[in-house]
């Protein structure tokens, strides 16, 4: 249980801090037309929500950050109105690429038995 509200607090948070930064620095017309203090801000908070957020349910944070990352792509792409078919296939399929690396994997050896205790043996 206290596991679940240590993830939970962090995400909380961020997501307060996100509210914040939409709620109080100006908005622009276009995001052509913004400025590193309004974008930056925004971004980062968002994508520091959404990392804490997927990592409660998902348990792997390298795995949560790519697929935050795709998400975030997709979203400066449709800001920008560049967001096609195409882009959104190809950040599809690098995002899913970048996540599977992350996936836990079995943690297999190159042997089944350590031979490290026969070589203390040994000597």
Known sequence: MSKIILKV??????????????????YPETLTQ???IQ??????????????TLNIFLK???FSASVCLGLILLLILKALESLNIVTGILIAITTSLLASYFRKARRSRLTKATKIT?????L
């Not at 962090?10 to 996100?18: D, K, T």
């Not at 974008?39 to 804490?52: G, H, K, N, Q, T």
């Not at 026969?118 to 040994?122: G, P």
């Open 60 to 62: 792997n944070i390298l």
């Open 34 to 36: 913004a400025n590193a």
């Open 118 to 122: 026969k070589l203390i043996k040994q």
């Open 9 to 26: 607090i962090p995400a909380l948070a961020c997501w307060g801090i996100f509210a914040y930064v939409v709620l109080q620095i100006p």
């Open 39 to 52: 974008i930056f801000p925004f971004f980062i908070s968002l994508y520091l929500a959404l990392l804490l």
